[in-house]
């Protein structure tokens, strides 16, 4: 440890105290929520990203959040689609196995995004398949090669949830499963998909929250890392 550990401005230690840490600790770097923050309680955690900071993601961020980061961090990436910034822009180089992300439709496409890129930031190879959901099961078959090759296979989908049943009874990797707030009004905002995955019979499927491509994208990063020699 430095002899004087940096020490945040006082306008930060009113908003938020970073885990620089996190990094050295967990073997992945931190990441910012930035819903429900300002725009100006996000650029003070981006300016103090870049005077001390590493990688960094910023999740959940809306136009305005993204240009308060970008304000500081001009070189950082920003998926519209996403609501996802990462800092600095280039992902690092793959290691470690495939994560191959399915969304069951186009409307799931923010959530799956999410996922994508979290696990592509956190240093893992990635393939996306969209549009592929139950209603039309030759859909899922024809990807069967590239789903096969995965080490791990992220879900997500909304209406009624039911995809990463089928997939995870057709290949033999971990299936992280994401329900979405996607559907008509008896879904209840996602709690019909998550209810769905809960009770999934086959084996080998996790589930993380409604709407939560970030969790989802960690854990397949952490399941597809590689293996210590």
Same mark, same amino acid.
């Given at each position: 440890m430095p002899d004087h550990p940096w020490q945040p401005p006082a306008a930060l230690r009113d908003v938020a105290e970073l885990d620089h840490d996190r990094a050295h600790r967990r073997g992945y770097p931190e990441a910012v929520y930035c819903e429900a923050k300002t725009p100006a309680q996000v650029r003070l955690i981006?300016?103090? /990203?870049?005077e001390h900071g590493g990688p960094t993601l910023f999740t959940r961020a809306a136009p305005e959040h993204a240009d308060a980061v970008l304000a500081e961090l001009p070189d950082a990436r920003y998926d519209v689609e996403?609501?996802?910034l990462a800092w600095p822009a280039a992902a690092p180089d &793959?290691?470690?196995?495939l994560v191959v992300v399915a969304a069951a439709g186009t409307s799931d496409l923010p959530v799956a995004r999410e996922a994508l890129l979290v696990a592509t930031y956190l240093g893992r190879a990635c393939e996306l398949v969209v549009d592929v959901g139950v209603a039309g099961l030759?859909? #899922?078959l024809g990807r069967l090669e590239l789903l096969r090759r995965a080490r791990v296979v992220v #879900? /997500?989908?909304g209406m009624d949830g039911a995809l &990463? *049943? #089928? /997939?995870?009874?057709?290949? *033999?990797a971990p299936v992280v499963a994401v329900p979405t707030s996607v559907g008509y009004g008896a879904a209840f905002e996602g709690l019909a998909p998550l209810l769905t995955m809960l009770t999934s019979c086959a084996p080998g499927v996790a589930v993380v929250n409604i709407d939560n491509g970030y969790g989802a994208g960690h854990l397949a990063a952490q399941i597809a890392a590689p293996v210590d020699s």
């Amino acid at each position: 440890m430095p002899d004087h550990p940096w020490q945040p401005p006082a306008a930060l230690r009113d908003v938020a105290e970073l885990d620089h840490d996190r990094a050295h600790r967990r073997g992945y770097p931190e990441a910012v929520y930035c819903e429900a923050k300002t725009p100006a309680q996000v650029r003070l955690i981006a300016a103090a /990203v870049r005077e001390h900071g590493g990688p960094t993601l910023f999740t959940r961020a809306a136009p305005e959040h993204a240009d308060a980061v970008l304000a500081e961090l001009p070189d950082a990436r920003y998926d519209v689609e996403a609501r996802l910034l990462a800092w600095p822009a280039a992902a690092p180089d &793959p290691t470690g196995g495939l994560v191959v992300v399915a969304a069951a439709g186009t409307s799931d496409l923010p959530v799956a995004r999410e996922a994508l890129l979290v696990a592509t930031y956190l240093g893992r190879a990635c393939e996306l398949v969209v549009d592929v959901g139950v209603a039309g099961l030759h859909r #899922v078959l024809g990807r069967l090669e590239l789903l096969r090759r995965a080490r791990v296979v992220v #879900v /997500v989908a909304g209406m009624d949830g039911a995809l &990463p *049943s #089928v /997939v995870a009874g057709l290949v *033999s990797a971990p299936v992280v499963a994401v329900p979405t707030s996607v559907g008509y009004g008896a879904a209840f905002e996602g709690l019909a998909p998550l209810l769905t995955m809960l009770t999934s019979c086959a084996p080998g499927v996790a589930v993380v929250n409604i709407d939560n491509g970030y969790g989802a994208g960690h854990l397949a990063a952490q399941i597809a890392a590689p293996v210590d020699s």
